[in-house]
């Protein structure tokens, strides 16, 4: 008999941060920082049925894939306290650009490890499904602190970092009153990214510093502001992002890049969307630019 489960977890722009990987204990990994939730994200279906062995396939938005290495760590974790054999279906659905600093690796492993619990009956807590997905992200290099920002949804400021349970955020009560406008262009690879020991570097200096300032006093200004001034120490905004930049300089609107992607974002007043809008085909008048909110609620079952 086919049991089916599904869950969706929020994308996730992040502005900066401060890479707080030291410790031997993935669940004290992560990272401190600041960024957005919206409510476009990934959802995650894993089906099951019973089988003389267990296996299983992984589809992102239709496609089979044998590079799904967040999944296949998730799913062999689980394998270990299943108690019969199934075959087992998992479909990823991401509404966001994979590899582009919308936390999507992170949510894939939070969805399937929550879905997968509880179709596969594998006896796991919330909690501890939600941080098996936090050590398969940390483990895999695709992330350090997407899964406890997906699991806590809203805009605000991680000051504590760590995995669930363990990090803690302060979030910005004023969402509603704000928008997310982005243009994507290309991926970067998360896991180069954060194995340069040059780039660490140029993060740590000051990203640390930033995140205690924005803890300290949270506002969308400051918020943007910093995480301009991040990505420009950082150095890794391309030309296409840097001529967004400037435009939105002269008109009044600060443009910062997504960690890690070639994906320029605002965020900006629900009043002020069509003049982010009109910024950014004015720039480039093929573009394909999104407006989303901002997901107070955070990832779960569905």
């Known amino acids: 008999m086919l049991r089916t489960a599904k869950a969706f977890a929020p994308g996730h722009l992040t502005g900066l941060f401060q890479i707080c990987d030291q410790p031997l204990d993935p669940m004290l990994k992560g990272s401190r920082g600041s960024g957005v939730s919206i409510n476009l994200g990934v959802y995650s279906q894993v089906s099951v049925e019973p ?44 509404e966001t650009p994979l590899g582009s600093g919308f936390g999507s690796s992170g949510g894939g492993a939070l969805t399937l490890s929550l879905a997968a619990n509880k179709v596969m009956n594998t006896g796991l807590t919330d909690l ?33 970092p ?70 420009e ?10 001529m967004i930049f400037e435009a939105g300089d002269n008109k009044g609107i600060t443009f910062t890049m997504a960690m890690f992607g070639e994906v320029a974002f605002t965020v900006i007043e629900k ?6 809008l009109d910024l950014l085909t004015e720039v480039f008048p093929e573009c394909e630019p999104v407006v989303v909110g901002i997901e107070g609620e955070g990832a779960r079952l569905i």
């Open 51 to 94: 089988a003389s062995s267990t296996s299983w396939s992984v589809y992102i938005n239709g496609k089979y894939t044998e590079k799904a290495f967040v999944s296949e760590y998730v799913l062999n974790k689980l394998k270990s306290r299943m108690k019969d054999p199934l075959k087992i279906t998992v479909d990823h659905i991401l």
């Open 233 to 242: 120490h950082v150095g890794m905004a391309t030309p296409r992002l840097k």
């Open 271 to 276: 009043e002020r969307v069509e003049e982010a």
């Open 128 to 160: 501890e499904a939600q941080r098996l997905a936090h050590v398969a992200d940390i483990e895999c290099k695709t992330g350090l602190g997407s899964v406890s920002a997906a699991i806590r949804g809203g805009f605000g400021v991680t000051y504590k």
């Open 162 to 231: 760590g995995g669930p349970g363990v990090s803690e955020a302060q979030l910005y009560q004023g969402s509603p009153a704000f928008r997310v406008v982005y243009l994507y262009f290309a991926p970067i690879e998360t896991k180069a990214a954060l194995s340069d020991p040059a780039i660490r570097k140029k993060i740590n200096e000051i990203g640390g510093q930033f995140c205690d300032e924005l803890n300290e006093k949270f506002t969308v200004p400051r918020f943007m502001k910093r995480s301009r001034s991040f990505a």
